[in-house]
């Protein structure tokens, strides 16, 4: 506290002390409290570095990459192995767990121990390793990496602790699960086939034992040939040639006979009594030609042959098997053979691999299937087989969150706990019908609410313009609510002038979201530049859209030549600008237009959020407009505020007008901090200022309603005072600027256009002096990006450049802008430019070229300037004032911060009527880099919330009796504290620091470099532990933390080593210590950096094992079930044990025991420490056999009771009989 209060008295005698006389908005008068000073500011901050921890929560969607399936019949559970080497393991809602191997390496096949709590996957590097699924977070307990033989496909019987290996060779080795280790015993492939053999038999593609004897071993090698082994005598008992080849085998549970899938499209039955030929041959698909020959038909990659008690027709389930000509327009299909009956189940996607879930878990049993799991590329669906229509269950988990592409997110934690309840009411009209109506099959695990859980809501965006909202409470998903932002605009048609380009792109995608849990009112930005209000209500309404149309573009070749501003240095004469009409000749056929069309006619919308209003920008000179780069509303003010890199626009949404409408450069007033580089104005050009142009084609509404009641031509004095001239300026002017969002050709740029935080402009071709000007630049060149299909945040793959020392971490920034764009961009951090070399395509990924000559080009003179954020709320507009007022912080690309002071006012009536003043006062501050957010903070570090108004039914039933009046929450710096008097602390964080400021009197308490070699992509003020901080997340891959206000480094992790575009835009934290991002195009990774929430995680994850009891085995008679004999008994330790079949080759493969392995720990642990652990292991493995042989002891005791009860039966029945009688 000494060091925080000298650094503050070191600051103090930097900033004003006086009181100068109220802002705009604020009452006349002497002020009743003096302002704060830093002497006045003290605050105890409580948070340390022992309060945070990063920790990878749960992970949400459909897996990535999908490679193969199990599960556990018993347990229940389902696990789903994936390309990039995770593991997904599913139960019931609530039981979700995500594992990753850490090589990566790909899933190729995945075992359950059935009822063990145990699961063994094999992976594309050879590896098998064993996981623990005995504890919440599964671990791998053993690895054994096979060095010599590649593997193909493994096979683990049901309550064995042997695991069949096949290899690419042919061999097939045996593992035991319990040491992991290899057995002497080895089946090799020159002894499984005849000796007259030429050939060489493929690869393993298949592995089971009989059903009917357990020490027979069937093996399918890829070449049609199938062997049946058997174990004991280490001889061949049959071997069957078949001229296609296989991809799967399934047994009869009986073992009397297989059905086999080959790649021509046929089912082959065989019958181990014959096995010269198969009993039957059938084509599914396959017809007869009238020349006799067969269709042609695809490969069947997997077949199911299952019986049924209620039927004596067994079912007969496979993929694929198509003929080639009815495929060709069709999609995947699983078909369903049962009796005569053939069903073809079309799917979206191409199938990965299918399961047949039976009730029992032995393979000699009937088998009554009830249940086809099925994995596609991009979907999951259970099919019931138990009705005669074979419908699908509905799905519990969150798999459909890439069902459009993901375009942005955004997380609220903490919300009012009645919008869960009111948006999945909404929601739940929704769902489609059609599902099975039994219970989802995936039952397994155990969930329980935690204890510390809260509302939270996640909302996605996605490419077809749809806005899904999730119940995100107690790190579950669920799907609450679906909006779908197409509906406010007509379709487009093809040849229809813009609407022609964009037919079969993505015009309604979801750019951002700005949402009030409060107020519920919601707010979507799309790419065609367009902003969508919504109003939420609990009845349907037949509403009229209002549609309002801008002009805000600004042409950096308009910006006046350096002898003209010597005179004006900021602007240019308004005099010299004329209005341009909608359509004016000069103007492009596209002029004045926007990119989509409202509809006109009044819209039937159902409950739940509804459009209000359509705010567009318009095209000027044939370019679209500019994308959106910033966006905030504020119910208590009624004001909606967005910018791009031209300027900026204040919509009063209860009034429908445009309030303002100025460029970037006009917001400064006379104190731009910048020398701009300047260059002549282009002749034959003209460009609009002064009103802005505005179209209601949907409302009809008076000319004077629709402008803005404060739109007045911009003075000519430099100095601009909004007490005096309470009637601010909405300045226009026309820009040649491509659009940022929109990609370039395939050959120049692969991914995404849109920086994760600057949004620099691209330009044409630079123009030769001397030379004529000839016709305007075909939308196909490189200086004019056509419309492409918007890429999602969910397909960008582009790595972000991290360099370690600062000049190449500006570069690194710049030349991934310039990878991305295509772009010059101005960086004032080094006051030179930076130029993309067009043609050097093939160096354009990795290089650039920085020029710091005073003799630039014309390309690299643009000095676009986009609005990179915005806030509302109450705040001090000057240095002087006395009194909060509401405001508008604005922060720009170059790291400048502007404050807007708005008067509004205070009676309803009056503001629905009188006009709202808002202008520019001028520059707060300044910092390196973009900026990325605002926060506001008490005298005391409280955070203030932003004013809101209470949430009202804009449909409801009128009341006459109490008529309906807005109800504002507000949350003034004044209301929070009361012993430093008026004042409240601002929080400004960019991309390279982050700054504490003291308002009104602007004095900078503290000041942070966050990063020198890199730049922040995202930072929130969040609440956590009773406290506030700034969170950051890095381009470098750290998530940092800092105290407020202090600005108190806290926390600094590498949490990802690489971030790619897809990371970087769907990044965000929240309050509680939370936050998430897209880790994949399909899936929704949360983490937390909260210790708190660190130590309670084990408490909030759901249970994968839970103790049950094994089915017995059926057809077990008395005697057999007393004395446990069985004509098949078939003891594997004694053929597969060392005694038996000695030690397996070191070289062959290499034993790795895992963190958790009991090896690891005996080597691990040493002196007390090591004995004590080492005797609670004995202590707990002796109570495990005590408990075996008490279960057995139990058994035995039935047993003789029941034996006993026979036996006294019988003498009762023959007591009485003579010895002939018997």
Same mark, same amino acid.
């Given at each position: ?98 594992? /990753? ?16 709590? =145990? ?14 699924? %005995?504890? %919440? ?87 049609? $040939? ?39 499209? &046929? ?40 019986? &049924? %008690? ?7 389930? !496979? ?7 009815? &495929? ?12 005569? =009956? ?123 313009? $749809? ?30 002038? %813009? ?45 009229? *859209? ?42 492009? @056929? ?76 006009? #917001?400064?007033?006379? =104190? ?16 609009? &200022? ?7 084609? /949907? ?61 620099? +402009? ?5 123009? *030769? $002096? ?24 969910? +397909? ?36 030179? @430019? ?24 014309? *390309? ?11 806030? !509302? ?51 707060? #501050? ?42 504002? *929450? ?9 012993? +430093? ?62 105290? #407020? ?10 949490? #990802? ?9 769907? !990044? ?13 195009? $399909? ?39 007393? !004395? ?14 060392? =005694? ?83």
């Amino acid at each position: 506290m000494k060091k925080f209060r000298k650094v503050l008295d070191g600051l103090s005698s930097s900033s004003p002390g006086g009181v100068a006389s109220p802002s705009c908005g604020s009452a006349a008068g002497t002020p009743t409290a003096h302002a704060p000073t830093p002497q006045d500011i003290h605050v105890q901050e409580t948070l340390v570095s022992e309060n945070f921890q990063i920790c990878k929560t749960v992970r949400h969607g459909f897996p990535y990459q999908p490679t193969c399936l199990a599960f556990d019949p018993v347990q229940k559970i389902l696990a789903i192995g994936s390309r990039t080497g995770g593991i997904r393991i599913l139960g019931r809602p609530g039981v979700d767990c995500y594992s /990753q191997h850490e090589s990566g390496a790909a899933v190729l096949q995945l075992q359950f121990l059935i009822n063990e709590g =145990a699961l063994v996957t094999a992976c594309a590097d050879d590896t098998l390793h064993l996981w623990n699924l %005995r504890q %919440r977070r599964p671990a791998i307990l053993h690895s054994l990496k096979f060095n010599r033989e590649r593997i193909t496909f493994c096979h683990l019987p049901f309550q064995s602790k042997w695991l069949y290996v096949g290899t690419e060779r042919g061999n097939t080795h045996i593992v035991n699960i319990e040491s992991f280790v290899l057995s002497g015993y080895v089946i090799m492939w020159n002894k499984a086939i005849e000796l007259a053999t030429k050939a060489h038999p493929g690869p393993v593609v298949h592995l089971s034992d009989s059903p009917k004897d357990e020490g027979k071993l069937l093996i399918g090698f890829e070449s049609g $040939t199938v062997v049946q082994w058997d174990l004991r005598a280490k001889k061949v008992d049959f071997r069957i040639y078949y001229d296609e080849a296989i991809h799967s085998v399934s047994w009869h549970h009986e073992g009397k006979q297989f059905m086999c899938s080959h790649s021509d499209g &046929s089912l082959t039955m065989w019958n181990l009594r014959n096995t010269a030929r198969p009993i039957q041959i059938t084509y599914p698909h396959g017809k007869i030609l009238k020349d006799g020959r067969k269709e042609s038909c695809k490969p069947i990659l997997k077949v199911e042959y299952k019986t &049924s %008690r209620n039927s004596s027709e067994p079912y007969v389930i !496979f993929s694929g098997g198509l003929s080639y000509d009815k &495929s060709g327009g069709r999609r995947p299909t699983l078909t369903i053979m049962h009796g005569k =009956a053939i069903t073809v189940l079309e799917m979206d996607h191409p199938i990965v691999e299918f399961l047949v879930l039976c009730d029992t878990p032995y393979s000699n049993e009937v088998q009554d299937p009830y249940a086809v799991v099925v994995l596609l590329e991009k979907d999951f669906i259970v099919v019931d087989l138990t009705q005669s229509n074979f419908p699908i269950f509905e799905n519990p988990y969150p798999m459909d969150i890439h069902e459009s592409p993901v375009t942005c997110t955004a997380y609220f934690a903490e919300c009012p706990p009645d919008i869960i309840p009111i948006l999945y009411s909404i929601g739940a009209k929704q769902k489609k019908t059609g599902y099975s109506h039994k219970e989802w099959p995936v039952s397994g695990g155990t969930w329980t609410l935690g204890s510390q859980t809260y509302p939270e809501i996640i909302v996605t965006g996605h490419a077809d313009g $749809t806005v899904k909202f999730w119940d995100a409470s107690a790190i579950t998903l669920q799907m609450l609510y679906k909006l779908k932002t197409s509906k406010v605009f007509e379709k487009p048609k093809a040849g229809e002038g %813009r609407a022609g380009e964009l037919v079969e792109e993505d015009p309604y995608a979801v750019q951002m979201v700005s949402w009030c849990p409060h107020s519920r009112l919601f707010c979507v930005v799309g790419i065609s530049a367009h902003v969508i209000l919504y109003r939420f209500s609990k009845h349907d309404a037949n509403t009229q *859209i209002v549609s309002l149309e801008v002009r805000l573009q600004f042409d950096s070749e308009d910006v006046i030549s350096p002898s003209e501003a010597e005179n004006n240095p900021c602007f240019s004469d308004p005099s010299s600008h004329s209005p341009q009409p909608p359509g004016s000749p000069g103007s492009g @056929t596209q002029d004045s237009l926007p990119c989509l069309k409202v509809k006109s006619r009044p819209v039937r919308m159902p409950p739940g959020y509804q459009a209000e209003m359509v705010v567009q920008l318009q095209w000027v000179d044939g370019e679209p407009p500019q994308q959106i780069t910033s966006l905030d509303i504020n119910s208590a003010y009624g004001l909606l505020a967005f910018g791009n890199c031209n300027g900026l626009t204040v919509v009063d949404f209860l009034q429908k007008t445009i309030l303002m409408c100025m460029g970037t450069l006009d #917001l400064y007033g006379a =104190a731009d901090p910048y020398q701009r580089l300047t260059r002549s104005p282009r002749k034959n050009r003209q460009s609009t &200022s002064g009103l802005t142009e505005l179209s209601d084609n /949907q409302v009809s509404m008076d000319m004077e309603r629709s402008k803005s009641p404060t739109s007045v031509p911009y003075p000519s004095s430099l100095h601009y005072d909004p007490r005096s001239m309470p009637e601010p300026v909405a300045s226009l002017r026309a820009s040649h600027c491509s659009p940022v969002f929109y990609l370039l050709d395939n050959d120049h740029v692969n991914g995404h256009c849109t920086s994760p935080t600057s949004q620099p +402009c691209s330009v044409g071709k630079p123009r *030769i $002096t001397g030379v004529p000007e000839g016709p305007r630049l075909t939308r196909r060149g490189p200086g004019r990006p056509p419309f492409r299909k918007a890429q999602s945040a969910a +397909c960008m793959e582009i790595s972000l450049p991290v360099s370690s020392h600062t000049e190449g971490g500006h570069a690194s920034r710049r030349a991934m802008l310039q990878q991305l764009h295509g772009v010059s961009m101005y960086s004032h951090d080094e006051h030179h @430019t930076t130029s993309y070399n067009w043609s050097e395509r093939e160096s354009r990924e990795n290089s650039f070229s920085r020029s710091r000559s005073s003799s630039v080009s014309s *390309i690299d003179r643009d000095t676009k300037e986009s609005v990179t954020t915005l806030q !509302f709320g109450e705040s001090y507009g000057r240095k002087g004032d006395a009194l909060p007022t509401a405001c508008l912080w604005v922060g720009t690309s170059l790291g400048v911060v502007l404050l807007l002071p708005i008067s509004i006012p205070t009676e309803e009536e009056e503001r629905m009527e009188e006009p709202i003043t808002m202008g520019p006062s001028g520059t707060v #501050l300044m910092l390196k880099g973009s900026v990325l957010r605002f926060a506001f903070l008490d005298c005391g570090g409280a955070l203030i919330q932003s004013p809101y108004e209470v949430w009202r039914d804009p449909n409801g039933p009128e009341d006459p009796d109490r008529p309906r009046r807005r109800k504002l *929450i507000n949350f003034s710096p004044s209301s929070s504290q009361e012993a +430093c008097g008026d004042g409240h602390l601002a929080v400004v964080c960019s991309e390279k620091q982050a700054k504490v400021i003291l308002m009104p009197t602007q004095a900078v308490l503290f000041t942070h470099n966050i990063t020198e070699s890199s730049f922040l992509l995202r930072a929130d003020v969040v609440s956590v532990c009773n406290s506030v901080c700034l969170a950051c997340f890095c381009a470098n891959g750290h998530i940092m933390t800092l105290s #407020l206000p202090s600005l108190r480094p806290l926390m600094d992790i590498n949490y #990802l080593p690489l971030t790619d575009l897809r990371i970087a835009r769907t !990044f965000v934290f929240t309050n509680g210590g939370q936050a998430l991002y897209l880790s994949s195009p $399909t899936e929704i990774q949360r983490l937390t950096y909260s210790q708190e929430m660190t130590d309670n995680l084990q408490d909030m994850l759901g249970e994968l094992f839970t103790p049950i009891e094994t089915p017995e085995a059926q057809n077990k008679g008395f005697l057999k079930g007393f !004395f446990g004999g069985n004509a098949q008994t078939f003891d594997r330790e004694e053929l597969f044990g060392e =005694a038996a079949a000695g030690k397996a080759s070191r070289s062959l493969a290499q034993h790795i025991p895992g963190p958790m392995g009991l090896e690891n720990m005996k080597a691990a642990a040493g002196g007390v420490v090591g004995d004590l652990a080492r005797a609670r292991i004995a202590l707990d493995q002796r109570g495990e056999r005590l408990g075996e042989l008490e279960e057995r002891t139990a058994l035995m005791m039935n047993s003789a009771e029941t034996f006993s009860t026979h036996a006294h039966q019988v003498m009762l029945k023959h007591k009485d009989k003579k010895w002939y009688q018997l």
